[in-house]
């Protein structure tokens, strides 16, 4: 629950900024700007093909794992607006520019902590985080930076298919740079002065049981 709730303050964050959104964000975004679909739609859809890659990558038929990460999305979804409007209420967006970049940068911050400590604990994630989580065990000897290097791939297509048909670029700033540069450190950093004593169970969980 800290997890979630960290994870949404911390995307409310950057998009209250409005100095750059996570890749995956920017993606839906864009998106949108080129066939019109809704952004939350779109999240969601995202949200189910990494549910389903999952199952992929860890080469089992798990349906709780997937139900529990939809179910996720769900959540985190509805958390990301409560924040989000409260932030705006507040006014975030009409702050000045420097400050505002220091926020998304913040709110990067947020989000990977979070990231970080339900990685850890390995109950339920969202599923584009179990990803990089698999990944990162499963195929690249425990590099987190590496992992989320290459979990960053679709969406940055995403964007860039999306540029071509549009020949505009939404939700891509500072913030999103700062992101694709520093989540895996981040991470990673996390894991080792964040709560410390939350070890990663992702082997005794995974992989003995599979």
């Given at each position: 629950?800290?997890?979630?709730?960290?994870?949404?303050?911390?995307?409310?964050?950057?998009?209250?900024?409005?100095?750059?959104?996570?890749?995956w964000t920017a993606a839906a975004v864009n998106l949108n700007m080129w066939i019109g679909v809704n952004v939350g739609v779109l999240?969601?859809?995202?949200?189910?093909?990494?549910?389903?890659?999952?199952l992929v990558l860890i080469k089992q038929l798990d349906i709780k794992r997937f139900v529990a990460e939809v179910l996720y999305i769900?959540?985190?979804?509805?958390?990301?607006?409560?924040?989000?409007?409260?932030?705006?209420?507040?006014?975030?967006?009409?702050?000045?520019?420097?400050?505002?970049?220091?926020?998304?940068?913040?709110?990067?911050?947020?989000?990977?902590?979070?990231?970080?400590?339900?990685?850890?604990?390995?109950?339920?994630?969202?599923?584009?985080?179990?990803?990089?989580?698999?990944?990162?065990?499963?195929?690249?000897?425990?590099?987190?930076?590496?992992?989320?290097?290459?979990?960053?791939?679709?969406?940055?297509?995403?964007?860039?298919?999306?540029?071509?048909?549009?020949?505009?670029?939404?939700?891509?700033?500072?913030?999103?740079?700062?992101?694709?540069?520093?989540?895996?450190?981040?991470?990673?950093?996390?894991?080792?002065?964040?709560?410390?004593?939350?070890?990663?169970?992702?082997?005794?969980?995974?992989?003995?049981?599979?």
């Amino acid at each position: 629950m800290v997890g979630l709730i960290l994870n949404a303050f911390g995307n409310g964050l950057c998009i209250t900024s409005n100095m750059g959104s996570g890749i995956w964000t920017a993606a839906a975004v864009n998106l949108n700007m080129w066939i019109g679909v809704n952004v939350g739609v779109l999240l969601f859809i995202f949200g189910v093909t990494n549910a389903l890659t999952n199952l992929v990558l860890i080469k089992q038929l798990d349906i709780k794992r997937f139900v529990a990460e939809v179910l996720y999305i769900l959540f985190f979804s509805y958390f990301v607006d409560i924040f989000t409007n409260l932030l705006t209420a507040m006014g975030v967006q009409h702050l000045p520019m420097l400050v505002r970049t220091l926020i998304s940068f913040s709110g990067v911050i947020c989000f990977c902590i979070a990231i970080s400590l339900y990685q850890r604990a390995n109950i339920v994630m969202h599923p584009n985080d179990d990803t990089t989580n698999i990944l990162r065990f499963l195929y690249l000897k425990g590099n987190s930076t590496a992992a989320q290097i290459i979990d960053f791939i679709p969406p940055t297509v995403v964007v860039l298919i999306s540029f071509f048909a549009t020949h505009e670029i939404y939700a891509v700033n500072v913030g999103t740079l700062f992101s694709i540069l520093l989540n895996g450190v981040l991470i990673a950093e996390s894991d080792k002065l964040i709560w410390p004593s939350l070890k990663h169970n992702f082997k005794a969980k995974n992989i003995d049981e599979g």
